[in-house]
């Protein structure tokens, strides 16, 4: 859409309505964001058909919108409301002006051309119900008894309308901080300033402000009628984005042409704090704390030997701060004196200290006893609790579930206990993720304390990786993704064709800073890709040890990247 600009914007508070609704779903907003379309048009080598197209759906979406402020305009009962709803109203009419000017530049009424197509249909209809008052649980508009109740339109029809404001407003942003200032030819520069422009997302702010005061005197079950609108109407600005229809070769999503008879696709990740919110060490810390012997308490005859809750706590909180401390001193060590141009294998090499360095801190908690004692089952069961981060359950379920795709999915983890592992994924249906991690030795269900050693450094890591990339068939083309979070994942980013941080570590990058690694967000790495990318496709050819890595806000941006919507 394309509403001219205003002023005298009013910021929303951030415990306003509006403001929580767009948190809430930012998720909808990531998958418009990294929708082939957008990530052509910020490249600027959208083709021009396609643009046009969309500008054509654009001006039904317009003609829909005036229709609906016009209905809820005559449902306010307060006149500074109906004043307001007025003004958008008329802005909504002007931005059918700035359609014209494309029609103008390019000589034709495409529009005439472009009949409505099926996502814009959708959006616009339920635009319309809504300021019709078809929601369910209100009455027929014709039968609205008081003027509370009209009002309640008014609210409900901005709650299905804000998003689409608000999320162009949000796409303008990104794309203009893209456009080169020396880029004088950007083909959509025009489109992304109008959207990018401060009088929209004045405009934007003032729709949300209004939408927030109509919603002042609501029940908590019609505020939850809103919330469903306003995710409902995400969901259809997601679909919207991806029905516009591209001939030309796209670099996401990974999986669109993915032949699963010639291709293979080889996701993997890191565990603790990449899929996880809490590090599991502390989790089997806390299990072994919790579920210790008190001082006074005396322990049967015959089983394990353990250290008392307190002992516990006070032996893993300086563990806990001896591997902090050393870790720093160890990191620091590691830095060159200069900074380095990228080269693998002296940052290989740096990453030996950290190695050892890992290898004498789980020494000294085997050494210690701190994981003697914990039942299997309290593993289990926590592991079954774990959370997440949000989205990588749901993206892992997808990749694994997918007979269309030749993928398999390995995580490669620090983590003590394989078991922990096990259990937090089989909880969501993904048996099938390949482990690799450390084991705690048991005995009748019982640790011993020991650490069978697997993968405890970042030098196990990218030998683990190597291994299972050399087990794979020759005949297969692979793709290899690698995603973590710290510097004991660098070898394997950096070797996997696409590595990707999650989270914002500072070691790593400090440490990728100092030998000559590039952190690109992802999103920007994408649309330059797509600049790059040639109309067969060969330019766009991901390779591994580039000294590029992608960062990415969460599993949601990986998600696109792999799967689209």
Known sequence: MAIPPKSGAVIPTEDGLASRFWIKFRRESVLSLYSPFVICLASGSLEIDTFRHCIAQDVHFLKAFAQAYELAEDCADDDDAKLAISKLRKGVLEALKFHNSFVQEWGLDFVKECPINSATLKYTEFVLATASGKVEGLKAPGKLDTPFEKTKIAAYTLGAMTPCLRLYAFLGKELEALLDPNEHDHPYKKWIGNYSSEGFQATTLQTEDLLDKLSVSLTGEELNIIEKLYHQAMKLEIEFFYA?????????PLTKEHDPARDCLMIFSDFDLTCTVVDSSAILAEIAIVTAPKSDQNQPEGQIT????????NTWGELSQQYTEEYEQCIESMLPSKKEEFNYETLHTALEKLSDFEKRANSRVIESGVLKGLNFEDIKRAGERLILQDGCSNFLQKIVKDENL????????????GDLIRAAFSSGGLDVVNIHANELSFQESVSTGEIIMEVQSPIDKIEAFDKIIQGCSD??????VYIGDSVGDLLCLLKADIGIVIGSSSSLRTVGDHYGVSFVPLFPGLVKKQKEYGADGSCCIWKGQSGILYTASGWDDIHALFLGH
């Open 306 to 313: 353990r250290m008392s809750s307190s002992e516990l706590r």
């Open 244 to 252: 516009q229809t591209l001939t030309q070769p796209t670099v996401i």
């Open 406 to 417: 030749n993928a398999n999915v390995h995580l490669l983890s620090y983590c003590w206990c």
């Open 475 to 480: 005949d297969k083309r692979n793709l290899t």
